[in-house]
């Protein structure tokens, strides 16, 4: 608040006061005349004094920020600004920065000092997987600190959640800086040069003329403001933290301490070093309370990541499963279609079977209606149109052979299809015998399939034989249904 806005009203005896403010008011006086006649006989005009005073102050007001910031960084002032202007793309301002990596710097140096601390678990459990030591950490700067360790972040190839996890635990806030850390801290080298070629930074000799400059200015605002302080105090009473005036407040509420002592008492003395003690065992709660919000954010890490590795399980297993019905309704699919195609070739073969039988017999009516219109006796050997007896018998006997030979070669095409057809039959059962059924002997011959003949009960009726055409149509119908019930099954 301007001094001229302040309108107090108040009476005060001590001689002191009055002589502190008298003299404060003719260092204002003589400050404002100096550096009012300075920049007016520079540029002239009241109003352009102004601006150009305003603009003066806040220029050494920035020098000294900036170079009390790198020195809490543990940079130089050129290095700082330059990260300072890539910071603020990411919505970090220079003193959040300059927060970031002090504690940074503390942290490290917490591990390097103890063994333990918040960077215990990067230690433990990254540095060793990426090769690295905790030796490469002394001596670095604060932003040489926070990009080493997010380099080897990066290098262990860390979840969204776990990167922002160990960025919060060395710093809070610091995971915003994620983008200008990547690829070697490439945001923050071409950010920082872009905003050294448009001038926007200070060098080092302007820097330190603008805080020699605002040293000299703090050092005179100093006497105006112990003055003003002495008053203000006077009136106000002595402005305490938020953690003090919590522990005083709790103090009185407990009845430990008065509200209002004589101040280089003994009562004052005993009264600040209580809200002293108050005031550790607040920041100690602090952070305690802070250690196990890290320890929550830590296990509640570890759950979410349980949970979806049983839900990535659960998904497999039930591909998987998927994946097995489809095999099994693709072998189904398979064993009917063969079993098709040995149909098609029995029915096949069949056809041109009784092709030829009717061949034959067309054939063979062929001759007999020839016979027939020629009015001549197939016993008529000289075809002189008398048959002896002689012919007669031997006509006959010829006749004998040929239905002979005939009836023996359908016998023998007969008997050589049935066992052939037993045969595939035969073959095609024992093939699709299970373990447990040839353990039980169904293979042997007693059922059909070879092996030694055992004693087998005689039925009363002899079954009906189904022929190799019939079986595979049965066949087909079992396997049918087996892969319809499949089909139901996955549908469900």
Aim: glycine share 6%; net charge positive; proline share 2%.
């Amino acid at each position: 608040m301007p001094l001229n806005d302040v309108n107090l009203k108040f009476s005060l005896d001590s001689s002191g006061i009055k002589k502190g403010l008298a003299r404060t008011k003719k260092d204002i006086a003589n400050f404002s005349k100096s550096a009012g006649a300075s920049f007016a006989a520079a540029f002239g005009g009241a109003a352009i004094t102004a601006a150009v005073t305003s603009l003066g102050r806040n220029a050494m007001r920035t020098a000294s920020e900036i170079k009390d910031l790198a020195q809490i960084s543990g940079a130089s002032t050129t290095e700082f600004q330059k990260q300072a202007q890539a910071a603020r793309t990411v919505n970090i301002e220079q003193e959040k920065l300059a927060d970031i990596f002090k504690d940074t710097n503390d942290k490290i140096g917490d591990f390097l000092q103890t063994g333990g601390g918040p960077l215990k678990d990067f230690f433990e459990n990254i540095a060793p997987k990426v090769g690295a030591t905790t030796e490469e950490f002394i001596g670095l700067s604060g932003p040489e600190a926070l990009q080493r360790y997010f380099t080897y972040l990066e290098k262990a190839n860390l979840s969204q959640q776990d990167m922002t996890f160990y960025m919060e635990a060395i710093a809070s806030d610091a995971t915003r800086l994620i983008p200008l850390l990547q690829a070697g801290g490439d945001g923050f080298k071409r950010l920082g040069e872009e905003a050294a070629e448009a001038g926007r930074l200070m060098d080092e000799a302007t820097i330190e003329a603008l805080d020699r400059a605002n040293e000299r200015i703090d050092k005179f605002t100093q006497r105006a403001t112990v003055a003003i302080g002495a008053v203000l105090a006077a009136v106000f009473g002595e402005e305490k933290s938020k953690l003090e005036k919590q522990a005083a407040k709790e103090l009185l509420d407990e009845g430990k301490i008065k509200r209002k002592v004589r101040g280089g008492s003994k009562e004052d003395e005993e009264r600040k070093k209580l809200i002293d003690e108050r005031v550790k065992a607040l920041k100690k709660e602090q952070k305690e309370a802070e250690k196990n919000r890290i320890k929550e954010l830590i296990n509640n890490q570890k759950k979410a990541e349980e949970e979806k590795k049983a839900e990535e399980e659960k998904k497999a297993e039930e591909k998987k499963a998927q994946k097995d019905k489809e095999n099994r309704i693709k072998k189904l699919k398979n064993e009917i279609a063969s079993y098709e195609k040995e149909l098609k070739n029995i029915t096949e073969k069949r056809a041109r079977e009784q092709k030829r039988i009717s061949d034959e017999k067309a054939r063979e009516l062929q001759f007999q209606k020839k016979l027939k219109e020629a009015q001549l006796d197939p016993s008529d050997a000289n075809k002189s149109g008398y048959v002896t007896p002689r012919e007669q018998r031997r006509a006959e006997r010829a006749q004998r052979k040929a239905d002979h030979e005939r009836r023996k070669k359908e016998a023998a095409e007969r008997s050589a299809e049935r066992k052939s057809g037993d045969r595939e039959r035969q073959a095609k059962t024992a093939a699709s015998m299970t373990a447990r059924e040839r353990a039980a002997g169904l293979h042997l011959r007693s059922f059909g399939f070879g092996g030694k003949k055992t004693p087998q009960p005689q039925p009363q009726e002899k079954p009906k034989q189904m022929s190799a055409e019939q079986v595979l149509k049965e066949k087909i119908t079992e396997t049918a249904a087996s892969l319809k019930a499949i089909e139901n099954e996955i549908t469900q």
